[in-house]
């Protein structure tokens, strides 16, 4: 029972270097999502994707872009790192938007930019 | 602004006593609500729910209460185990996406 497989745990990455987290769901969920944890912050959405081929913006999309061409993977992308993009990152899917769905998460990974 | 609040940033409890965490919320027609458990390097995992219909869900040792007019949600853990040391998040979806409160750091001591 792989669930959401996030790749890699951990990343240091210089100031201004480009790199993609990767996220894969084995669940056949259509509803996927990638959030940000800050130190005693919530968690916050970046992007989200409703289906193969559609992608929107959450609370803090600067910086990122994600695609998402199959069911199963739904990558992000950070293009010029910055220091303030230094956070734990989850992406997650669900069967269900709404009231009744759940939400399934990655065990995260943690990116430190210097 | 936030939608969802946590006010105690973390809470000590004794091995088998009572914990009690508690999520605030500022629209009224939210109608669903989750707890997540977080424990640390892992990803949150579900922990329980409750629909707007009802004002109280049971799952073993954990219960969900729902006070619709104080907006107003909390968690029970009965007993306590050291095991339920973890962050609590409470979450709330809407349209497309889930709010989380910013989490409660629960240390059961043995």
């Known amino acids: 029972n792989a669930g959401v497989t996030q790749t890699p745990k951990f990343r240091i990455l210089k100031i201004g270097q480009s790199m993609t987290l990767q996220c894969a769901q084995d669940m056949n969920h259509n509803y996927m999502y990638w959030y940000r944890q800050d130190p005693g912050m919530g968690l916050k959405l970046i992007y989200y994707s409703v289906g193969a081929g559609i992608t929107d913006k959450g609370e803090v999309p600067n910086g990122y872009n994600v695609s998402r061409s199959t069911t199963e993977d739904f990558p992000l992308r950070l293009e010029l790192a910055a220091p303030s993009q230094t956070s734990v990152y989850f992406c997650?899917?669900?069967?269900?938007?709404?009231?009744?769905?759940?939400?399934?998460f990655g065990e995260g990974s943690r990116l430190t930019v210097l | 602004d936030q939608q969802v609040k946590q006010n105690s940033p973390s809470l000590s409890v004794q091995e088998g006593r009572i914990s009690i965490l508690n999520c605030d919320y500022t629209n009224s027609m939210f109608d669903y609500f989750l707890w997540y458990k977080k424990y640390p390097a892992e990803g949150p995992t579900f922990l329980i729910s409750i629909s707007s219909i009802k004002d109280k869900n049971e799952d073993g040792r954990f219960t969900v209460f729902l006070n619709k007019s104080a907006k107003h949600l909390s968690l029970h853990i009965v007993p306590s185990q050291p095991g339920d040391s973890a962050v609590y998040f409470c979450?709330?979806?809407?349209?497309?996406?889930?709010?989380f409160g910013t989490g409660t750091s629960l240390t059961v001591i043995p």
């Open positions: 979450a709330v979806p809407t349209g497309n996406q889930f709010y």
């Open positions: 997650a899917s669900s069967y269900l938007q709404g009231a009744g769905g759940e939400l399934f």
